[in-house]
């Protein structure tokens, strides 16, 4: 396939706004202002375009919701969710770091049909060097005219903040992101009222991902149809891109069309496994929090929203997360369940009692003190956890806890009958 | 430091801090609709200023914002990225998340604890260097990754690690980025 949102990357001078014209950038804006915002959304909505960030909920229908009368009094905002957490993903810095117009373009265009004047991006604090790309890019898109007053002279304004996170993954999930944004803790908020209702400082708001603005130019430049011929059908369309890291001999981003077989990921894309000799024992198909597939679950397995549905794990931002057969699963279900009760916010008890039990079940497990009625334990603090709060961290720590021990109980009974991994499973969880 | 501590160290250093900060702050304040959105660039503002957001910079914030002081703590305290006491003059994070993790982040922890002397969450004698682990950074694909204060050195092993720390020790600055095994992209 055609690189299309890593068509730059690797390019000299990527980041800078000659590169991007030269290579066409910003044709789309000029095209999407002879557009009036509703022909926008109709053809977003054509193209079938799935939101990237990990839900899927699609984009056209999420921006229909917008209200086609803002006032100066009440604004529409758009928010970009440029807060990428997720253990095992990293798409969207490679797109901030490497072609921050394009993300710059697809916000602008977003912002234009939703007839919002002001648009954020909220970026994660980690992502210094992101930040600063984003920053010099916006410098230079408000002197060529792209943002600020009058863009283009199409008697439309626009106002672009960069605006960066402090290191909390609660503050990906759009609610929290929100109340980050205006200045507070990122708690997350009880839906609804939906953003597009009452957003940010109370006005309607959309939040899309990264790399789903990102796609925006190229479907205004080169149509629906063209949008929906990338991918294995209706429901999942476009470019995708996959996260691979793990036991891969060459982990990294790689562009495919939605649906990519996980096996060409694996040993296409990725080169095969790590260490000779391995096989596949595990796949986190789409970043930490989707269920782990044993490795024959995974054949014959396709990388898009309802492939992994019914595989009985999800796409989620596609982080795909690969263990070979030396990998000691406890250990790495403990990991996991570790990174959520240090990030759960605290606002919901069973979210934050549950992943700190969670996450010392398992721990005692591992250090020989485990119960035989600690499995059933477990899975009792899951259910007691899924679907009880405000926001889906709770299920986002429920889900590969149930995974890990219902799918590699043998391990974990092992652990608690004799104190050790499975001789199959000590060799080494680190490369 | 124990909140008594940073007491006294807040009395003993009083913090004003000068026009040219509440120039920026000023700027900051204009992008956003309400004054309380610009807390967080603030924050990270004073904490560039002064290596740490102290209670003194977050008393100025909030009187800046008009917010309470103790509703500015709730902030700060509640994003790790915020410290409230000062770091060593190189902030090493260690990524310790599983894709770093399956990629031998653990082999990396033990060698800086010991070539420094010290354990994650300590700083080094001299004042150089501050280790802490952190949650995943977004750099998965090449792990195992360590940050050094804002610069992602990926990729990292044994042998980078000492010629990455090493560099410091001599007041260099190597290039950061993806080591030579791969490109992130292909």
């Known amino acids: ?431 | 430091m124990s909140a008594e501590d940073r007491r006294a160290g807040n009395e003993a250093r009083p913090e004003t801090f000068g026009p040219e900060f509440a120039r920026r702050a000023d700027e900051i304040v204009a992008r956003y609709p309400q004054p309380r959105g610009a807390l967080m660039p603030l924050l990270h503002l004073a904490q560039d200023e002064r290596g740490y957001v102290s209670l003194d910079a977050e008393r100025w914030i909030a009187e800046r914002l008009g917010l309470t002081p103790a509703y500015v703590h709730g902030v700060t305290s509640f994003y790790t990225m915020y410290r409230t006491a000062p770091a060593g003059r190189h902030l090493l994070q260690l990524c310790t998340t599983v894709s770093c993790m399956l990629r031998g982040c653990d082999r990396v922890r033990e060698h800086i604890e010991e070539k420094l002397g010290i354990e994650a969450g300590e700083t080094t004698a001299d004042g150089l260097f501050t280790l802490v682990c952190v949650e995943c950074l977004g750099s998965c694909g090449t792990g195992p990754v360590l940050q050094v204060d804002d610069d992602f050195y990926e990729d990292m092993d044994l042998e980078r690690v000492d010629a990455l720390l090493d560099a410091l020790r001599r007041g260099e600055r190597p290039v950061p980025g993806a080591g030579p095994r791969r490109a992130i992209v292909e």
Not at chain 1, 367 to 374: A, F, L, N, Q, T
Request: with cysteine.
């Open chain 1, 1 to 431: 396939m055609e690189p299309v949102l890593t068509r730059n990357v690797g390019i000299d001078g990527s980041q800078t706004l000659g590169v991007y014209q030269a290579r066409g950038g910003y044709l789309a804006l000029r095209k999407a202002l002879g557009l009036t915002p509703d022909a926008l959304v109709n053809l977003v909505k054509a193209s079938g375009l799935r939101g990237r960030g990990g839900a899927g909920f699609p984009t056209g229908l999420k921006w229909s919701f917008m209200p086609k009368d803002p006032t100066p009094e009440r604004p529409n905002y758009l928010v970009c969710n440029a807060d990428e957490s997720e253990p095992g993903t990293f798409k969207d810095r490679l797109l901030i770091e490497n072609d921050p117009h394009m993300l710059l373009e697809g916000t602008l265009i977003a912002a234009y049909a939703l007839r919002a004047e002001r648009a954020f991006i909220y970026i994660r604090g980690e992502y210094a060097y992101g930040a600063k790309t984003l920053i010099d890019a916006l410098r230079e898109a408000r002197a060529a005219g792209y943002v600020g007053r009058d863009v283009l002279g199409s008697g439309w304004s626009c106002e672009i903040v960069i605006h960066r996170g402090a290191g909390a993954y609660i503050c990906g999930e759009e609610t929290a992101l929100m109340d980050s944004l205006e200045g507070g803790r990122g708690n997350p908020r009880l839906k609804p009222p939906f953003p597009a209702a009452h957003g940010v400082y109370g006005r309607p708001t959309t939040i899309n991902n990264v790399e789903t603005l990102c796609c925006v130019p190229f479907i205004v430049e080169r149509g629906a149809d063209w949008f929906k011929a990338i991918g294995p059908d209706e429901k999942n369309t476009g470019p995708k891109l996959y996260c691979l890291s793990g036991h891969v001999r060459r982990p990294g981003v790689y562009e495919a069309p939605m649906g990519l077989p996980l096996a060409e990921l694996i040993d296409g894309f990725g080169g095969g496994m790590l260490r000779p000799g391995r096989a596949l024992k595990a796949v986190i198909p789409g970043g930490s929090s989707t269920p782990v597939l044993r490795a024959e679950e995974c054949a014959g397995l396709r990388m898009d929203f309802d492939a992994l549905a019914k595989a009985g794990s999800m796409l989620g931002s596609a982080g795909c997360i690969v263990m070979d057969e030396g990998t000691d699963m406890v250990a790495v279900a403990e990991r996991v369940a570790h990174f959520y009760a240090h990030e759960s916010c605290g606002q919901c008890t069973p979210c934050r009692e549950g992943t700190g039990w969670i996450e010392k079940v398992i721990a005692r497990i591992r250090r020989g003190g485990g119960r035989p009625e600690d499995l059933e334990l477990l899975d009792e603090i899951a259910q007691g956890m899924q679907g009880t709060t405000i926001c889906p961290l709770a299920d986002a720590a429920a889900m590969p806890c149930r995974a890990f021990v219902a799918k590699f109980r043998d391990e974990f009974e092992h652990y608690i009958e004799r104190g050790r991994p499975l001789a199959a499973a000590a060799s080494g969880t680190g490369a």
